[in-house]
């Protein structure tokens, strides 16, 4: 079984924060992300994940705003940062293809592959909020189909960027007087629809060869997208046959991409609420969840369904139909999905999804909790988990220190590290080297530099 730990905000539960034991402005605090890193090193998890966006939603004059949001550090800074402080834990970070450039992050990820030792990977995000445009210079996003068409590309260039320098070609070697071997350097001369890049990479290429591609978008061409490149599938299920079905519908259409099932794990998000008994448990669920006042509650809502207005609605009817979100068309399938599956009021919908409670939550003992992953994962519904704790660190260490154990007795878990990479931890195949193998065309040395 994978693990990954989900150090967005300060838990899966909006509330999370307001948690007797969560930690006070930890996300802005270093000694914060190295406490999570530490107990999820300890919990032998494959890695942490930081989720990212680029931008703030917009002023708003009543007290929804004062909670809605929280800030967000530069993944790759936190992420170098605890290359230092932890040996075998992997990083996966967020970044935008709509809102940065190819060589840029290209270079950003090769070099983080070198600090922390090939410990990382990349959340391929296309963005999904207006507000991000705004910063960008646009005046909206851009649409789903463009946004997809742009990240197809901007992987595709990335690829080639890490391919640039061929495994051996930095020799520095002192006696013959020469760095770099140039004949195993190469020009990418790229010329796309949306990115014009010359290329090479002014960094060798990784430990890992290219980071772990990591995706989570899960709209028809979000699928497509992932079978083409993703070799981690970051996916959120509120029931164990709908997560069923999502994997055996992913091997499809990665067989249909010429890719075997096992070049790409499929990890459910999983919130776990624990408690000495479940009893305790249902009482911090249910105090966590009378810490989001309804307002602030609706308007994450509103915001997860494409920014729809719901306040001439009464809270305590159903969910009026409302347009498709071009954001992000899975969640917004979802959120509706479940409004209608469960039959909720407004109220009760927007009390879930605040409590982060599209994705599975369990509520109970650390037995429960271990039971169920266990029944997901031997019936194929999950190669692993995003675990989710409500608030944190505390959450995650409860998960760590009580659920952990209970999977390792069972045979589920690794009982300690062995060496290697992120891509090893994970089975993932070490990329070859398309200008090494054939694959990618030379490109001559008059073309590079010109863009032609
Ligand atoms: C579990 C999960 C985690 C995600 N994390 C992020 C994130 O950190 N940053 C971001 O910009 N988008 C994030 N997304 C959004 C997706 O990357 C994607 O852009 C979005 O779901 C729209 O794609 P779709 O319409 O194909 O679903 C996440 C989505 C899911 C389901």
């Known amino acids: 079984m994978k693990l990954l730990a989900f150090l967005m905000q300060t838990g899966g539960h909006m509330a999370g924060w307001r948690h007797p034991d969560a930690a006070p402005a930890a996300l802005t605090d270093i000694a914060y992300f190295q406490h999570c890193a530490a107990v999820a090193e300890r919990g032998l998890f494959d890695g942490v994940f930081i989720a990212d966006s680029v931008g703030y939603p917009p002023a708003r004059g009543d007290d929804v705003f004062a909670c809605l949001e929280t800030p967000k550090l530069d993944p790759a800074v936190i992420i170098a940062a605890l290359s230092a402080t932890t040996r075998h834990l992997g990083f996966v970070g ?17 070099s983080l592959d070198h600090v922390t030792g090939g410990r990382i990977g990349w959340n391929i995000v296309a963005s ?32 080639r960027l890490w391919d640039s320098w061929e495994d051996g070609a930095m020799l520095a070697d002192k006696a013959a007087g020469r760095y770099t071997d140039p004949a195993r350097i190469h020009g990418v001369g790229y010329q796309g629809v949306h990115f014009q890049v010359a290329g090479p990479l002014n960094v060798p290429r990784g430990p890992q060869g290219h980071p772990v591609l990591v995706q989570a978008g899960a709209s028809d061409v979000g699928k497509r997208f992932a079978a083409a490149h993703a070799e981690v599938i970051f996916t959120s299920h509120s029931s164990m046959a709908t997560a069923q079905a999502f994997r055996a519908e992913m091997h499809e259409l990665l067989r249909e991409a010429g890719r075997s099932a096992d070049s790409c794990k499929i990890m459910c998000a999983i919130t776990p609420i624990i408690g000495a008994s479940a009893a305790e448990a249902q009482a911090t669920r249910t105090a966590l969840d009378a810490a989001i006042p309804l307002p602030v509650a609706m308007g994450k809502l509103e915001g997860l369904l494409g920014n729809v207005d719901l306040s001439g609605h009464d809270p305590d009817g159903p969910l009026p139909d409302v347009p498709e979100s071009g954001m992000s068309k899975s969640t917004w399938e979802q959120v509706v999905g479940l409004a209608r599956r469960e039959g909720l009021t407004i109220r009760q919908l927007a009390a879930q999804v605040a409590g982060g409670r599209t994705s599975r939550t369990v ?58 990479t992120l891509r090893d931890r994970l089975g993932l195949a070490r990329p070859d080297n398309g200008y090494a193998s054939g694959a990618y065309a030379p490109v001559r040395p008059e073309f590079i530099g010109n863009g032609a």
């Open 128 to 159: 999904t909020m207006e507000n991000e445009a705004h910063n960008f210079g646009l005046a909206s996003h851009y649409d789903h189909t463009e946004r997809y068409a742009r990240a197809g590309e901007f992987v595709d260039v990335a690829k």
């Open 94 to 110: 967020t970044a935008s293809t709509s809102y940065s450039q190819p060589f840029e992050l290209a270079r950003r990820f090769a």
């Open 363 to 420: 509520t109970g003992t650390a037995a429960d909790v271990a039971d169920e992953l266990e029944a997901w994962y031997t019936s194929g519904a999950a190669d692993g988990f995003v675990i989710a704790a409500p608030y944190l660190p505390a959450g995650l260490e409860l998960f760590v220190d009580g659920v952990v154990p209970l999977l390792q007795q069972r045979g589920l878990f690794r009982t300690e590290y062995a060496p290697g």
